[in-house]
Structure formats: C-alpha cells, structure tokens
C-alpha cells in the first residue's frame, strides 16, 4: 500500500515537471542508521504560475565516485521518463566538490596528514565524551561557576563534516583549561574510590601536555582565521566574488605564519598557558614516552613535527582545491564551455553575456547594482528568456531518516523511499483520490481479494 501511494505521488509530480518542460536536479547525500549513503533526490521546476521544489525518493549509492554518481542520476532521470539532455536546465551537488565542501577537507586533509594533530583532536573527543558523564558534568558546571565570570561553556562534540564544532571546542578548551585541571575537575575524580572514572580521568590527564597546549594554541588559531570563510561560504545569500576575495585573504595569512617570527609568538603563548597548568600537571605527568609515539616536548621538536606540516598542508590543499581555475568559473570564457555542455546556442549566449554586463554597469551607476546570487537572479527575473534560475534545495529530505530508527533498521530501502515521500509531499498525499487508491491497489494485488460467493 506504501508503494502505491508513493507512486501515484510521484507520477503526479513528473507530470507536472512535464508540463513545465524545464527543470533542474539536486542531488545531496548522507549516511542513515546503518552507515548506508543514501542519496536524495529533489527536482525544482515552474508549474501553474509558481516555482516548485519536489522531493522524489531516496536512492543508497554503494560507490561515491564520480562515475558512479552520474550514473545513479541518469538511471534516476531515466527511470521517471525526463528529457534530461534537452530540458535540464541546472544542476546542483551539494555532497561534492562545492567551495565549503573544499574548505572543509583542506581542514580535513590537514589533520590527518599530521599524526600528532590527529591525536590531538581525539584527545579533545575523549575530554567531551569524560566531561558528559552526568556526574562529572555537574563538577564542570560547578568550577567553571566557581572560577570565571558568565554562564559556563560547554565543550564541543567534534565532527568531521562541520568544522566549526572544532574551532569552538578549541576556543572553549583553551579559554577553560585552568577549571579543567587543577580545580577538583580531573584531578579531584582521578583521586576518587571509582575504579571507571579514576582510570578515564588519570589517562586524560597524562596527556595534556606541552604538545597538546602547543596544539590548542595553533588549531585555536587557524580555525579562527578560517571560520569566517567558512561561516560565509555556508550562507544562504553568499557573494562569490567576495568568497574567492576572502579565499585569497586566507592563503597570505597563512603565508604569514609559516615563518619563524610567527612560530616563536605561538610557541610564547603556548608556554604561558602551560605554566599556568604544570604545576598541577607535576605530580600527574609521566615524563618519558610510553610505546614508538615521540611527544615533541620541545620547541624545535613541535615546530618541525607539527607546527610547519600543518601549515603546509593547509597552504597546499588551499592551492590545489582553490586553484585559479576552480576561482574563476565566473568569467566568459568558463560559461560558454558550460553553454557548449548543454548544447546552448553559443553565439545568442556571448550577445546575451554582453547586453547583461552592460546593464549591470549601468545599474551600478545608478547604486542599484545587485549584491548577492539571490538579488542577480531577480534582477534577471525581467529577462528570464536570456538567463534561466535555478536554485534546488533537498537538505530537509534528510530529516525524515528519522523513520530508519533502531527499531526500524531493517526496512526495505523501498518502503524508506516511499514513507519519506509521502511526508515530505504531504500535500500531493493528502490531496489524493480515494477511490483512484482502492482502483490502483485492486489493479496492483488482484490476488488478494476474497471471494465471497
């Protein structure tokens, strides 16, 4: 029955994208419950009078590779009968190589090419996950209370896919790291009769250290300049030209650091905060090293180990995912190769380019130029035979994978499809026919009426 009605949904959708002719995809992905990718699939076209956004189904991809991903679209295209090499107009990506994805795994490609900064940011989950056991959580509260001025901070579950979560764990670790050790937090649970606690906390504290305040310093900083970027290229009304501005910014900063002056300033605020922590750190610190990891407890250890492969990794994933030819999709000679991909006429296109540029110099004469993607595409609205607007959007998809709960795991990836579209486009379920249902179901499973003569 799920599956019938899913589909009747569905085919009322496509008529629809039919009917309007025109149409763009979004295609974005995300793990559910059981680690499965599933890619969800989301169409925006004009229909009586008014731009809509359909959600269709969910789809899991066993491989992320390009090639393997643009076969699923095509294979999704075809399934519902659309002319997508005639009557897509636009597509979007969201999971794939888009600027904030790139920021995000320069950071990403950083960390984990530096192995101390790799432990580093584990120790920092570990003291997440210690600190919000319920009893330590309520000593933490309570020294912070005791210690700082303002409403406690908490710290910052890490995660892979957003960054900003590092850069405030950082902040709130650093800005708090005297209530963390020597006030009663790890210190007082570590001298506790609970066997558990007393472990977790005595291993945490064994590894705040030299390198892992040298670390915080470092990270807190970088993160910081980085955040700003990040925080715009995840906007809903982003400039571009001021994206790749601020892109720009951010590589001669880190340029900047990467010399011996800045080295020396980091490392003298790294050893402030530590002495500000060694002397409740004396009695607890082991001082040689367990096992093959080196601590680098020294500042030309640190700087050759962590502080100079971390800078250069960062400069060099920024170099090579922000390129001048990825920073420069914008200019006319990238839009006609785009023009020729989707068989566009390429000579109305350079005119159309060339009225379009003319106008906006105009209006910036007349300060009414537009200022963001979102005013550009109105501003265009007037002449939307030159220039067609797409914009998709199927992030909230995801929000129904609440119904793969643990309790529901074993679901067929049909019925998942099928609920999921059914909630998502509650008005096309609710505005179906009754009697059509019953007709469709009947056609569908003949076999199961009973007969009662």
Known sequence: MLECLAAMVKEEIIQEVKKGAQFSVLVDETKDLQKKEQMSFVLRYYYNGAVHESFLEFDVAENLDAAALTGKIIIFLQKHGLEYKNNLVGQGYDGTAVIAHCLNLVRVDSVKSVT??????????????????????????????EMFDGPPRELQRLSDTRWACRHVACRNVMDR?????PVQVLENIASEKHPQRDVEARGILVQIDLNFVGCLVLFRKVLSDAKYLSDMLQSKTVDYAKAVELIEALKEILLHYHCEASFDELWSEALDRYRQTSKALQDSVIPSTLGQHVVPDSKHTFCVNVYYPVMDNMIGEIDRRFSNTNCNIMQEETVLLLANAYDSNIEDLKHELHQTRRVLERKKKEMESPTTLMEFAQFLDPYQDVVVQVVA??????????????????MTEKRLSS???????SKHTKALDLNKIVRRFAEQHGNRRIQLL
């Open 116 to 145: 101390d900064a790799g432990h580093f940011f584990s120790l920092l989950e570990r003291m997440y996950v210690f600190m919000y056991g319920s009893y330590v959580h309520n000593q933490w509260l309570q020294v912070q209370r």
């Open 177 to 181: 790291l005297p209530a963390i050790i």
């Open 393 to 410: 959007s199927c992030e909230q998809s995801f929000s129904t994978l609440i119904i793969k709960s643990y309790l529901r795991s074993t």
């Open 419 to 425: 609920l999921a579209v059914l909630s998502i486009e």
